[in-house]
C-alpha cells in the first residue's frame, strides 16, 4: 500500500542554519503530497503542497519539489528561525475521501 | 481555507467516566472526517473514518465499543470515550478533507484528555 517514509529526528539546528527534512514515498497512480507542522500542544497545520510532478509548493520560507523519478519531496529552509521549532510531518493524498498517509513526524528544535 | 473547530481543547475527567469530543466543519460540509490519536512525541494514528449518516469504519485494533463516533451531520462528528481509564489519556485530532474532494486536510486543534 501507499506510504510515506522521513527521516527520523530530533533534528536541532542553530538560528539562521540551512534545513532539509527528507521524506520519500510509495504510491500506486498521482498522489497529492504535503508538508504539515504541529505546534505544541496544537492540531496540525498544512505548510505546503504540491498536486502534481515538478510542483514546487511554497510558504514562509519553506519549499519542497515533487520529484516523481526519486518519489520525494524533501522541505527545505534557507535560514530557520526559532520560532520554527516545531514538529514536521509528510504526507501524500491516497484515494479521493480517505485519510492522509503521514509520515513519522520529525521534529526541529532551532536555537538562538 | 476551510476551518474544522474541534471542542473541547482540553478535559480532565475521572476513571469510569466517558468524555465527548465534537469536531465541526465551520464553512464547508463534510461528509467525511477523520480521528486520529497522537502519543508523546509520536506521530499520528488513524482511529476510524467518520462517516455522515452510516457506522464509523474503525482501523484494526481500535476498540469500537470504547471509541464511539457519531457523525449525524454534514459539519459534526463526535467521539465518545467510554468508560474512560488513564490508558485512554492522550491527544486526539480530528480532521476533514477539503470541500473538493481530492485536496489537503483540515485539522481540528487537537484535545488534550486526561483521565485520572
Known amino acids: 500500500g501507499d506510504s510515506v517514509t522521513q527521516m527520523e529526528g530530533p533534528v536541532t539546528l542553530s538560528e539562521e542554519a540551512f534545513l532539509t527534512i527528507n521524506c520519500t514515498y510509495t504510491?500506486?497512480?498521482?498522489?497529492?503530497l504535503f508538508w504539515y507542522v504541529q505546534y505544541p500542544g496544537e492540531g496540525l497545520q498544512l505548510l505546503l503542497k504540491?498536486?502534481?510532478?515538478?510542483d514546487k509548493g511554497s510558504n514562509k520560507g519553506f519549499e519542497a519539489t515533487y520529484r516523481k523519478e526519486t518519489t520525494s519531496f524533501h522541505l527545505e529552509k534557507g535560514s530557520v528561525q526559532v520560532s520554527d521549532s516545531a514538529v514536521y510531518f509528510c504526507?501524500?493524498?491516497?484515494?479521493?475521501?480517505?485519510?492522509?498517509?503521514f509520515g513519522k513526524g520529525t521534529t526541529l528544535s532551532v536555537s538562538s | 481555507g476551510a476551518v474544522v473547530s474541534q471542542h473541547p481543547s482540553r478535559v480532565i475527567c475521572k476513571s469510569g467516566t466517558s468524555v465527548k469530543i465534537e469536531c465541526r466543519s465551520l464553512?464547508?460540509?463534510?461528509?467525511?472526517m477523520f480521528w486520529y490519536r497522537q502519543f508523546p512525541k509520536q506521530s499520528l494514528m488513524l482511529m476510524a473514518t467518520?462517516?455522515?449518516?452510516?457506522?464509523?469504519?474503525?482501523e484494526q485494533g481500535v476498540e469500537k465499543d470504547k471509541f464511539l463516533i457519531n457523525h449525524a451531520s454534514l459539519t459534526l462528528s463526535t467521539l465518545t470515550v467510554t468508560s474512560a481509564h488513564p490508558e485512554d489519556s492522550s491527544f486526539y485530532i480530528c480532521?476533514?478533507?477539503?470541500?473538493?474532494?481530492?485536496?489537503?486536510?483540515?485539522f481540528g486543534q487537537g484535545t488534550r484528555l486526561t483521565v485520572v
Open positions: 467518520s462517516n455522515e449518516g452510516s457506522k464509523a469504519t474503525y
Open positions: 464553512d464547508f460540509q463534510a461528509t467525511t
Open positions: 480532521s476533514a478533507r477539503g470541500p473538493l474532494g481530492d485536496t489537503e486536510a483540515f
Open positions: 504526507a501524500l493524498s491516497g484515494q479521493a475521501g480517505t485519510a492522509l498517509i
Open positions: 504510491a500506486t497512480g498521482y498522489p497529492s
Open positions: 504540491a498536486t502534481k510532478a515538478d
